[in-house]
Structure formats: structure tokens, C-alpha cells
């Protein structure tokens, strides 16, 4: 097929993202969402949310965000390129001391403040290739953790209080090299912990095998466990959830296979299970989710850039046919990933076009989807972003999305709201050529508010 010229590419993507998101802009900022069924169809609804979008004010690269039980959001916000890194669109966001943040929303996202570790905009993790933030809520309490990669392995400091002190592990430093990590709790099933009621998991890509390390005393020492998966299909995996019992999940896009490991045993032994006969797209992340009743569900982009949703009644050992959870207009997706709610309520995001030319523009969505489990789900979804503002060019993806780099994030809140992370890698430059900065690369969170309800 003959190229479009930009002009008209741009056109297309503004055009079809405006039908896929309802077409209705209720202000600055917001955007009614569509109500649609699996294979993007049309759907009646009595009332679609209306999406909000705030901006950070502050660079971000893999932003993962988490929410406190009195609903205050928390965002990892990286500074991007330094120097070093000039003139290198697929570099990693290596940042100085300063560079990095975690900011906090008291306010629906209307001001963002950096409650980060440190003081003076000096933070004691120096540098960071990839930022994770975890919000662990316990029986009386809630922990908020923050890990940041160096040049050989990762640092962690923690908050008990919303980020007034901190407490920074030196020593957390686990098996260096490592890479792609997630950090996630459960309840213990094999140890007795020591001050803290969770067993505390990171699993990292080492680099070539994803290996889980465990600490039992809140995050101030890691145990090694066993290696969850071997050299031949590589070690990248998406964030990891356990269920009530302290049952892990770890979703790996094996060999392009959509698979989740899965340990009883708080990664003493693992077992594997492929989740769908489809391929899945190469250098993706998979990602899983588990509700009170210990569903499951699983999101993967398949080979046609589609994401599609299964889910588990019975552990993982079947799996219902794979959904297209895609937006109407929406032609190829990356970084899809999910939270789920009460049982058959999920929360998606990812970046999609509209176009036909994946190398044309890519706008941020967020969806909620209801009735999962019943075999005829409902979803609403909309762009985040306004899709005249998109958030990259040139392509994103299979894989790494230029300086988003490798994966976004979506939380549901303890009022059932679902909030989701994403980076502007395309700014007012770039909206009119084309062409992308290396300082293009401001994060911005977006909710959706007033649809159904996804409490857990």
C-alpha cells in the first residue's frame, strides 16, 4: 500500500481516535468514554465515565503508580536523558541526583507534590534506570515502596507514613545484574515473617533467566528463591500479584507464548501454564490480575497488536477463549496491562493508534470492563489524552515504546475509580512533524469517573 503523507496520517489517528473515544469533550481534559463489547462493538450504555487527565509537571519513564486506602495517588516520575544519553531516542532515563521523584495527589490530581525519599531534591537512590512504586495496604497500616534500579542492582527505600520518613536498604541490593522488576506482597504460606504480616517478593530479569527474591521482614533483607524460568525463552516478566492464600503469579511472555508461572510455595518451586493457544507478541509484557474469589485474568498483546483478555475459574489449570478488549477505531495496541476489582471487574490501559500505519500517532487509553466473567462483559473506554495532544510517534513497540520505554501502569482505588500512568513522549514540537525529542517525556495520569464501580 502507497504511504500516506504525515498530514494525512495525522488526520486519520485524530479522527479515528475521536470516534474511538465517543467524540464528546466535557472540558479541558476530559472525555466521555464509549461503551462497547468484546471485538470492539458498539454497545448501549445508561451512563459512560468521563476520562480526567492531569499532568505531572515532571519527566517519567515506566511510571507505576499506587493508591492509599484514603486515596491519595502516588506516581514513580523519572527525569529522563542526561547528557550521557543525547541524541539516543531508545536510551534508558539515567537521571542525576534530583532527577527523580515520587509525587503524590491528595486532590484528584489538581497539584502533585514530591514526597520521595531525600531531602533538599537529594535523593539517597543517586541513579535510577527504571523507577517501580508498590502501595502495600495491611491490617493496620500501609507501606509504600520504592525501588530504583543503579548500574549494577536495585535500591529500596520505604514510607510508613505517606512519605514524611523513609527508610533506605542499602543493602537490598539483591543479585546484580538485574532488570524489569516488579515488587508485590502476599500473605506467608512456608515462613514465619518478622515485623511486617506480608512476605515481600521482587522478581527481576537476571538477565537472561527472571529470578524472585523474598524478604520476610518487610524489605530490609531478600532471600533467594528458586529461578522461575530458564534461559531458553529469555527472562523478561510482567508485575506479579498473589492471591489471598499467598498463591504467586507471574505473567512471561515465553518464547511468544502467553504463559504465567505459578508458585504455592513462595517461590520455592514453580510450575508453568500456557493461557492461550494464540502467540503472543514478541517483547511484550504480559499482565495478571486475581479478585477475592481467586479468579484470574490475564492480558497479552497477540501477534496482530490486539490485546486480548482470558480468564481462570480454577486456578490457571483452564482458561476461557481470549477476548479483544480494543477500543472501537483502535488498530494495533502496546503495553497493555490490567488491576482487577470485585470479582469480573477489571481496569485496562495501554497505548493504541487508530491507524493503519503503525508508525503514525499513538494516544493513551483507559478502560473499565464489567461482567467479565458472565461471557458477555461490558467495557467503556477512552484516549486519556486529548487525541489532538498524542502521546508518540514513529511507531511503538512490539516491545519497547521509545522513551516510555517498557511498561505503563493501572491501579483501581479504594473507591473503585481506576487510575492510570502513562509518558507524553510526543510534545507540541513533535504534534506538528513527527519527530520526537529525547526530552520528550513529561508523565501524566488519567481516571475515569463516574462509570460503574470496580471496588474489589
Known amino acids: 500500500m502507497r504511504a500516506r503523507s504525515l498530514s494525512a496520517a495525522v488526520a486519520l489517528t485524530v479522527l479515528g481516535a475521536l470516534a474511538a473515544t465517543g467524540g464528546s469533550t466535557a472540558s479541558a481534559g476530559e472525555r466521555t468514554a464509549t ?163 506480608k512476605v515481600v517478593y521482587y522478581c527481576f530479569n537476571h538477565p537472561a533467566v527472571t529470578k524472585c527474591n523474598k524478604s520476610l521482614n518487610g524489605g530490609l533483607t531478600f532471600i533467594t528463591t528458586t529461578d522461575v524460568l530458564g534461559p531458553d525463552c529469555g527472562g523478561l516478566n510482567g508485575h506479579g500479584v498473589t492471591d489471598a492464600k499467598g498463591v504467586i503469579y507471574l505473567p512471561l511472555g515465553s518464547c511468544g507464548e502467553p504463559t504465567l508461572a505459578i508458585s504455592r510455595d513462595e517461590g520455592a518451586s514453580w510450575s508453568m501454564v500456557r493461557t492461550s493457544t494464540l502467540k503472543a507478541d514478541n517483547g511484550g509484557d504480559p499482565s495478571v490480575g486475581v479478585d477475592s474469589k481467586g479468579n484470574l485474568y490475564y492480558l497479552f498483546v497477540d501477534t496482530e497488536r490486539l490485546p486480548r483478555l482470558t480468564t481462570s475459574k480454577d486456578g490457571g489449570r483452564t482458561w476461557s477463549a481470549p477476548l479483544n478488549v480494543a477500543a472501537p477505531g483502535v488498530k494495533a495496541v502496546n503495553l497493555a496491562t490490567l488491576d482487577v476489582g470485585a470479582p469480573g471487574k477489571v481496569a485496562i490501559a495501554y497505548y493504541g493508534t487508530t491507524s493503519e500505519e503503525r508508525s503514525a500517532f499513538w494516544n493513551g487509553y483507559l478502560a473499565e470492563g464489567v461482567g467479565v466473567l458472565s461471557g458477555k462483559p461490558l467495557f467503556y473506554s477512552a ?72 471496588d474489589r
Open 35 to 197: 461503551a462497547h463489547r468484546a471485538g470492539a462493538k458498539s454497545a448501549p450504555a445508561a451512563k459512560a465515565p468521563v476520562v480526567k487527565e492531569s499532568r505531572l509537571g515532571h519527566g517519567a519513564g515506566e511510571p507505576t503508580l499506587g493508591i492509599t486506602r484514603d486515596g491519595a495517588v502516588y506516581v514513580t516520575a523519572s527525569s529522563g536523558c542526561v547528557t550521557s544519553c543525547a541524541g539516543s531516542e531508545e536510551s534508558l532515563e539515567t537521571v542525576a541526583p534530583g532527577g527523580r521523584a515520587v509525587l503524590a495527589t491528595r486532590d484528584g490530581g489538581k497539584s502533585w507534590q514530591d514526597v520521595g525519599p531525600g531531602a533538599a531534591g537529594i535523593s539517597p537512590h543517586a541513579v535510577s534506570l527504571d523507577p517501580y512504586l508498590y502501595v502495600d495496604t495491611t491490617g493496620d497500616g500501609q507501606r509504600i515502596f520504592d525501588v530504583d534500579l543503579n548500574l549494577a542492582c536495585a535500591e529500596l527505600s520505604y514510607t510508613d507514613d505517606g512519605g514524611k520518613q523513609w527508610i533506605t536498604n542499602p543493602i537490598a541490593c539483591g543479585e546484580p545484574v538485574n532488570d524489569h522488576q516488579t515488587l508485590f506482597t502476599g500473605p506467608p504460606v512456608t515462613s514465619p515473617t518478622i515485623g511486617y504480616p
Open 383 to 454: 484516549s486519556v489524552n486529548n487525541p489532538r495532544n498524542p502521546l508518540k510517534s514513529k511507531g511503538c513497540g512490539p516491545g519497547r515504546c521509545g522513551r516510555v520505554l517498557d511498561f505503563i501502569d493501572v491501579e483501581i482505588g479504594p473507591d473503585g475509580t481506576p487510575w492510570a500512568a502513562y509518558v507524553d513522549a510526543c510534545a507540541a514540537l513533535c504534534e506538528k512533524t513527527g519527530e520526537e525529542s529525547i526530552h520528550d517525556n513529561e508523565g501524566l495520569v488519567g481516571r475515569l469517573v463516574g462509570g460503574p464501580r470496580l
